[in-house]
């Protein structure tokens, strides 16, 4: 369900997290300044953003993309999925499907290597694709919004949480998503149940539902 902080930290970004944007700073930089923020804010409650938390976060995000902007890409969510998916954002042109979460080629790769019967959700930290390529969006940036940004982890828990079900697989996908999960362990929002182990799986809870 889970890693250890050392080997969540460790972890690259796939491509369903987007593009190599430049960072503009040291990550030891914008993790010190996450730190200096987050200790300004008090544990949010897990809900979805507001209209104003969206506008106010949108502003922020324009420094993330490129002039071409970006999109709401947030998929109609299904408990009956066998596996949740935690990551930093949708990539271009992955728009919502019917018959499959999204059209995006990472998406399609999971569907190849697993089968087209395992059902997947994207919870997305940031829910905006970008309207232009992916290898244009400012990475660092837009890690360090999500990291300073209590509201949107919140909100994709909120959307994580309204999926889960007993022992259901959570698979945290990339350094900044696991970054945000070990955020929300800080909160109390999720609970540690079992560390994880040598292949960086653990036990945890949220809302009183195991995964």
Known sequence: AGRSKRQRRS??????TGGSGSAGRSKRQRRSRRVRRQQRNAAPEIRPMTRSERGAVEKELKNA??????????????????????????????????????????SRFISERFGSSVSFNWHDLCPYMPRGFCKDVDLGCLEDIILSSPMLIADALHRLKSTLSEDKVVYVAGVTAALAFDDALSWGAIKEKEAPGEHGVGRYEMNGISF
């Open 65 to 106: 993309f490129d002039s071409k902007g970006f999109s709401l890409c947030v998929y109609s969510s299904n408990t009956e999925n066998d596996l949740e998916i935690f990551a930093l954002y949708p990539p271009a042109k992955a728009f919502h499907d019917e018959s499959f979460p999204y059209s995006d080629k990472t």
């Open 11 to 16: 972890a690259g970004n796939g491509e369903s």
